[in-house]
């Protein structure tokens, strides 16, 4: 693979190209059209790691992938200014910052409410044998898909196809954000739920991954698998450094974890360079304060280390051949930071009493929401009688709802799109109001 085609700024569903020079690159231009829709905007009210959380300081999906594009921003213009002269002529550090900005501001752009948990309750749903007869007459690739409900697959569908130039291009993104984004660029074939394993594209945008990969040059593994655009591991970095330190803050701000705890991880990345407005801080002081000095500092090496590991695997990573991700790949400081908080995130915050209750209703939030609209779109695309009921169900989905003459697994997507879609807060409220408990 290499640099000039990799970083194509060309736009994915758009037939006439437009080259003229803007004050904007089309890179930045990638950038605001994330933050302007509708999809980005509902991240607000989705689970980053606590669900339905009153606190006001925990971060949300939105909170987080704003603070990971700040920190891909500054991954992808290091990069691009230690790449030099192996830079395309069309392109300066800042226009790499911004594809990977773009891609850290996307990443979690499909998340269902509930995150993980809600992909987890879609799956198992779709898996549950009572539900079995909805399976009828789908292909065994089409049940896979909505068996293995992932949302890195749906947020692909939302850049191509559903927001803006609904199923015509969707966001119109350039094809080096939208490369940077996959990070799993395969199909639902080549993953394992129970192996923590994930794939990126489902089978009504299969085309489309093979389009990104072949105008991008990526390198074809086997049928349906191409190996990653080597800035996906720039989007990866960002996102597991955003998350590993800030579940901590969260851990504070939720009274799970001690400030003590976090500071000494902290400062033991930072070693001897610690910033003096550290000192100037005082133990009355909110903890949010003092890490926030601490952060920054840790940031800045964590930043540092990952940009020194990716030039220094650059050869591996356009070959297509790297093993692991640049954390793990770091200087030993770097991984066993990110890698501690990890495990005290998994092992003090995310075993919570209270975020696991919500988390076990989200199951059943999730479901009836499904059994409900599938049943409607069931009836349907049979070609029956539509009950008066189905009829107002589907009618909250609006124009694009099931119609008669389609095929289920269309019809199917385009509820899961509806619910995926949705806040933790409104599928709460729509599955009591449907079940009859809130007017």
């Known amino acids: 693979m290499d640099w ?9 569903g758009v037939q006439q190209q437009d080259d003229a020079q803007t004050s904007r690159s089309p890179f ?17 009210r989705k689970t980053q790691v606590h669900p339905l959380s009153d606190n006001d300081h925990v971060h949300s999906r939105l909170t987080h992938s704003l603070e990971a594009s700040c920190v891909g921003r500054s991954l992808g213009t290091r990069v691009g200014e230690m790449l030099g002269e192996n830079l395309p002529a069309h392109m300066t550090p800042a226009d790499m910052g911004a594809i990977v900005q773009a891609a850290c501001l996307a990443h979690d752009i499909g998340n269902p409410p509930f995150g993980h948990t809600g992909e987890d309750a879609i799956r198992q749903w779709f898996r549950d044998p009572v539900n079995a007869v909805y399976l009828e007459d789908l292909s065994a690739a089409q049940i896979r898909d909505l068996q293995t409900f992932e949302g890195n697959a749906q947020g692909l569908r939302i850049l191509t196809q559903l927001e803006y130039h609904r199923f015509a291009g969707g966001m119109r993104l350039s094809y080096a954000t939208l490369g940077a984004f996959l990070k799993y660029p395969w199909d639902s074939s080549y993953q394992d739920p129970l ?15 093979h389009e990104i990969a072949q105008h991008l040059g990526l390198k074809p593994i086997t049928e349906h698998q191409y190996c ?84 220094a695997h650059q050869d591996e990573l356009l070959a297509g051949t790297i093993k692991g991700d640049l954390i793990n790949l770091s200087a030993p400081e770097i991984s066993a930071c990110i890698n501690t908080a990890k495990s005290l995130a998994r092992t003090r915050i995310f075993n919570d009493p209270k975020k696991a209750l919500i988390e076990i209703g989200a199951y059943t939030t999730l479901g009836s929401l499904l059994e409900v609209f599938l049943t409607a779109a069931n009836e349907v695309v049979s070609g029956g009688a539509v009950t008066f009921r189905s009829q107002r169900i589907l009618d909250l989905i609006g124009r694009h709802a099931p119609k008669v003459g389609w095929d289920k697994y269309t019809a ?23 079940r009859g408990l809130r007017k």
């Open 228 to 311: 990653r655009h080597p800035l996906v591991y720039l989007v990866e970095a960002a996102d597991d450094i955003c998350y590993a330190i800030i579940d901590l803050e969260d851990g504070i701000e939720m009274n799970l974890l001690q400030y003590e705890e976090v500071a000494n991880l902290l400062l033991e990345l930072i070693g001897p360079d610690v910033p003096s407005s550290y000192f100037e801080t005082e133990p009355s002081d909110p903890p949010r304060r003092r890490l926030a000095v601490l952060r920054g500092k840790a940031i800045d090496k964590l930043v540092t280390g990952v940009c020194d590991t990716f030039l």
């Open 4 to 12: 000039l085609t990799l970083l194509s700024h060309h736009r994915f």
């Open 28 to 44: 930045h231009k990638d950038h605001d059209r994330v933050v302007f829709s509708s999809a980005f905007r509902r991240l607000e």
């Open 412 to 434: 199917y997507m385009r509820v899961v799109d509806y619910i995926a879609g949705m806040t933790d807060d409104y599928a709460v409220d729509l599955a009591q109001a449907i």
């Open 195 to 209: 192996k923590g394993e994930k794939f990126g594209v489902y089978q009504s945008e299969l085309p489309f991954l």
